[in-house]
């Protein structure tokens, strides 16, 4: 059986489109990927689509912009700020936001407004989410036993989530999780 696709007009791209915003948060090149993906799978499925569909995305993002549902700011301090509670390298961090469309003024400026809420400078920004990676991660002093055998691996792990080696291995050979407490 052949699955019938709905016609792509400029009312669908508008529900599509605050369908997608209520369950998510995005960034407005965010939202126009998801509405060009919707647009591709009916041209796959034969669907008809109306003309000009790329200005008609580009107006519906438009009014969500306007209207204040979207903000790529707004969006990339708290996907910063989420990504560093969960151990994110400021490196990886970086790429997600710019991966999510997000221009990399944006996400200079999130990165500063995180240092801001956090009261850090960049390093201890870095540091803690270091830490943070680690205890989540159970790496280093985290480990419940056999540190040793796998400090190798552990600093893999840290390299791997975009921390500098120096930093891995400070995180990876300290004695206990107390002296992660301070930078």
Do not use: W
Not at 166 to 180: E, G, M, N, S, Y
Request: net charge positive.
């Amino acid at each position: 059986m052949k699955r019938i696709a709905r016609p792509i007009t400029a009312k669908y791209l508008q529900n599509a489109a605050a369908f997608y915003l209520e369950r998510y948060a995005s960034s407005a090149e965010g939202l126009r990927r998801v509405l060009r993906r919707r647009v591709a799978k009916a041209r796959m499925l034969d669907a008809p689509i109306m003309e000009n569909v790329e200005q008609a995305i580009e107006a519906v993002v438009q009014k969500f912009v306007s209207a204040g549902l979207l903000d790529d700011a707004a969006f990339a301090q708290t996907k910063a700020r989420a990504l560093h509670r969960r151990g994110m390298s400021g490196r990886l961090t970086r790429q997600r936001l710019q991966a999510a469309g997000v221009d990399s003024d944006t996400v200079d400026g999130a990165m500063a407004s995180l240092d801001d809420e956090l009261g850090t400078d960049p390093a201890q920004r870095e540091f803690k989410a270091a830490a943070a990676f680690a205890r989540r991660r159970r790496l280093g002093p985290y480990r419940a036993r056999d540190r040793d055998g796998h400090r190798t691996r552990d600093l893999a792990s840290m390299a791997r989530a975009g921390f500098a080696y120096d930093l891995a291995r400070r995180i990876v050979d300290a004695a206990d999780p107390a002296a992660l407490d301070e930078p």
